[in-house]
């Protein structure tokens, strides 16, 4: 089985920072793209982030320059640096990553449980 562990959610005031965190375990072979995506309350499920091995990137238009996404394959890990937060960055963020596993020759994707992203005003 592979599991996606989310951790550093939380609540921040409009500017602060917030670092979260997405750890991937289980029989993994390989690891492709790893991406975080949001839901605020009443909206569709958005990408964030992606990241692909070797380190390309790309960023929603709303987040550009001020989040980063970065990750240490070692760890299969992937992180998310949140800066000058916003209110509208009120939302549950989860972790997607498309994984090999010793169960499958295929990539399949794998969600995390989310985590709740909070920013008042």
């Known amino acids: 089985q592979v599991r996606l562990v989310e951790s550093g959610g939380g609540l921040v005031q409009a500017g602060g920072s917030l670092r979260l965190s997405c750890a991937a375990s289980g029989s993994i072979v390989r690891i492709n793209d790893m991406d975080w995506y949001r839901q605020a309350p009443g909206k569709q499920r958005e990408l964030v982030a992606g990241i692909w091995p070797g380190g390309s990137t790309n960023y929603a238009d709303s987040v550009k320059g001020r989040f980063t996404i970065s990750r240490d394959d070692a760890k299969n890990t992937v992180y998310l640096q949140m800066n000058s937060l916003k209110p509208e960055d009120t939302a549950v963020y989860y972790c997607?990553?498309?994984?090999?596993?010793?169960?499958?020759?295929?990539?399949?994707?794998?969600w995390g449980q989310g985590t709740q992203v909070t920013v008042s005003p």
């Open positions: 997607n990553a498309r994984i090999m596993s010793n169960y499958s020759s295929r990539f399949v994707d794998y």
